[in-house]
């Protein structure tokens, strides 16, 4: 494999770093100019089409633990040793961190060891926001991997401690590094855990924890109106050690002091730690205050299935399942028990205090657009004297889709001048402006958290929960130099309109007026219809088939329905039967024990019917064969994105293709939500899996 880059007309050879299946990657030559130019890539003969890159003088990117470029980065002691929760740096500690992007640099890079000198690139190393002492920036042995070692500045502590480099007029990505004050191990109030905890966890190398948030968000509404969302949501997994290292804690916090900004493309989600989900009982309880009983519901299923719980209440009034509230403005003491347990987690009881609720006091004055080369100062008063303040903003861009999100943590309560640094806010994608009254993609969010609280459980380590306030707008970051024009502004462009034939029918209604939330179209392109099949023989992406050597089952998954014929068809015969759909020319998906959505497997041993519902996080079990259209399963089983499953009559198995393991019933399931007799994870070493079958 080659690489060639032309840049203003100088082309040079980049030389290959490393080659995998899915990636490659070269050293791109000190002597390219900078500009924009072309890479092409050559491999077995074939030359790819040019892409576009641009070259600038400095650019640094951090290398991290997980390779991504987000969450601790791979950064050594002055022993060469890596920082960690229990090898955490000391103030006045010289730390080195390692990436690519500082610029050119003199000697051959085609040869190790490299020549190490300090390079006259401008450099600055924000720990937590303060300035540190750079000591040397420059090229390692390795050609094409550079280092930077800086001196930690006084009185920066914390799991999370924010770090970024900025080369100029260019930052690297944000990344963090462990401090501790004295000791080698750090301590953070949303992490919940002291620093022998830590120590402990990593000495054992995994433990089980547990996590309960619940609060309350005020949005303000298009009419200026604030909306009252309440939500409690809990998970309990088990961790490795070192998954905390790959993203900012539990609840994705930053130290306090500091600040980190995450990226993400296609809609992935921030960098979050995913353990093996742990079952804690089929509901977790909650009493407010006021002693009300509210339950959690399992977001995902039995025998592990996710560990997620959730309840919520509130939002817009009048909207479809709207509930009241049940967090008051002046705060209280709600209490979480989950009854005799579950499968992972005995029975346990525990509480938290939510605090009064804070005002966001120059709210009226932020937005509808915050300029990203500024900083921004928000206003807080009335908060929670036992609470700090996060403050979290997001930013996407529509095409290609590219959304980035910050994150600030504050010590002290909700009161005062909180400001984002403007390195911070310029980190974020830049969107465009909008006028006045016209809603915004981006959102600005303050939130009042009270430390975590740790709690103990049968079969966990540890039960943390905490509290929180948030106040919450949209507005849109942007960059005035980008003179993007603001959406719904007075433009001073002609519109002009012709009339051509067309062979489409005229869509009915009237030809003027506003659109109204939830219309449905008029016209269907390139389709049987509105939720039509096409009919019997019409499949879309069809995917399980399984038979007892008499029937023939057949998951449609697109069409949302599992088809039977009764008779092994010897022609292009129309199958009997559907479940999932009341006709063959139906394809509603539905949550219903009549209805399917994505069904990707179906089994049966003549006698039962099981069908993986895929998109509803169930499995379903007809106890007798059905022999009517969309005929209601017997029993659900709650599990998270089943993908495959499999029967003898006598056991069941399935597969959980999102969290990488299998379970197994040794004895056919009878009742809804029966939980699994065995878990096979491999340690959480299983991939994403897919089917299961055995002999």
Request: some cysteine.
């Amino acid at each position: 494999m080659s690489f060639r880059v032309t840049v203003n007309g100088v082309s040079s050879v980049a030389l290959p770093y490393y080659v995998s299946a899915t990636a490659a990657a070269a050293i791109l030559p000190s002597s390219t100019p900078e500009g924009r130019g072309k890479i092409v890539v050559t491999y077995n003969g074939q030359t790819s089409a040019p892409a576009e890159i641009q070259v600038v003088a400095a650019a640094f990117g951090i290398l991290t633990l997980n390779g991504n470029g987000t969450g601790m980065a791979a950064a050594f002691d002055s022993n060469y040793q890596y920082l960690s929760f229990t090898n955490a740096a000391n103030p006045g500690d010289t730390v080195a961190i390692w990436g690519s992007g500082l610029g050119s640099a003199a000697g051959d890079e085609s040869r190790f060891p490299f020549p190490q000198e300090n390079l006259n690139t401008p450099i600055q190393v924000l720990v937590a926001g303060r300035s540190a002492e750079v000591t040397y920036h420059g090229r390692s042995a390795y050609p094409g991997l550079d280092q930077i070692n800086f001196v930690v500045p006084q009185g920066v502590n914390g799991c999370y401690v924010g770090l970024v480099v900025n080369t100029g007029a260019l930052l690297s990505n944000f990344a963090t590094i462990p401090i501790a004050l004295t000791s080698r191990t750090c301590s953070d109030p949303a992490f919940g855990l002291s620093g022998p905890e830590i120590s402990r966890m990593f000495a054992a190398g995994s433990m089980n924890v547990g996590s309960i948030s619940i609060g309350k968000t005020l949005t303000q509404s298009g009419t200026g109106t604030q909306i009252q969302t309440d939500e409690v949501r809990a998970t309990f997994r088990r961790f490795m050690a070192l998954q905390f290292t790959s993203a900012s804690g539990l609840v994705q916090q930053a130290s306090p002091g500091s600040c980190v900004v995450w990226f993400s493309r296609l809609g992935t989600a921030t960098p979050q730690i995913m353990g093996q989900p742990l079952d804690a009982g089929p509901t977790i309880n909650i009493t407010t205050p006021g002693g009300a009983v509210k339950q959690m519901t399992k977001t995902t299923g039995p025998g592990g299935g996710g560990g997620g719980y959730s309840a919520s209440a509130g939002g817009a009034p009048g909207s479809p399942g709207y509930q009241p509230p049940f967090i008051p403005d002046a705060g209280g003491t709600f209490r979480f028990d989950n009854g005799s347990g579950g499968l992972d987690v005995g029975a346990f009881t525990a509480s938290a205090e939510v605090g009064s609720s804070f005002q966001w006091t120059n709210m009226g004055q932020v937005g509808p657009n915050v300029d990203i080369g500024q900083v921004l100062n928000i206003e807080l008063s009335g908060g929670d004297p036992a609470s700090y303040v996060v403050i979290t903003g997001t930013a996407t861009q529509p095409t290609p889709v590219l959304s980035t999100a910050f994150s600030c943590t504050f010590s002290g309560a909700a009161q005062g001048r909180f400001t984002i640094p403007s390195d911070v806010l310029s980190s974020l994608v830049p969107m465009k402006p909008v006028a006045p009254g016209v809603a915004a993609a981006g959102t600005l969010s303050i939130s009042a958290y009270r430390p975590a609280a740790t709690y103990t459980a049968p079969g966990m380590y540890a039960v943390l929960i905490q509290s929180y306030t948030t106040i919450s707008k949209n507005l849109s970051f942007y960059n005035p130099a980008l003179n993007f024009v603001p959406a719904c502004a007075p433009l001073n462009w002609e519109l002009g309109v012709e009339q051509h034939d067309s062979n489409y029918r005229v869509a009915p209604g009237g030809a003027s007026g506003a659109f109204r939330s939830g219309q449905a179209a008029d016209i269907m392109f390139s389709g049987f219809g509105f939720n039509k099949t096409g009919g019997a023989l019409t499949f879309n992406h069809n995917a399980g088939i399984a038979t007892d050597g008499t029937r023939l089952l057949l998951a449609d998954r697109n069409n949302n329905r599992v088809l039977i014929w009764n008779r092994l068809p010897t022609a292009n015969t129309p199958p009997d039967l559907v479940l999932g759909q009341p006709d063959f020319n139906s394809n509603d998906s539905g949550a219903g024990r009549n209805q399917l959505n994505w069904p990707m497997s179906v089994r049966t041993d003549g006698q039962r019917l099981v069908v993986a519902d895929t998109y509803n996080d169930r499995i379903l079990i007809w106890n007798r064969f059905p022999t009517a259209n969309a005929t209601p399963a017997d029993i659900q089983i709650k599990i998270t994105w089943p993908w495959g499953v499999w029967t003898d009559g006598r056991r069941l198995g399935a597969t959980c293709t999102t969290f990488g393991y299998a379970l197994i019933w040794n004895s056919f399931p009878t009742r809804d939500d029966q939980p699994a007799d065995i878990r096979l994870d491999a340690g959480g070493n299983f991939g994403t899996l897919r089917t299961i079958t055995s002999n």
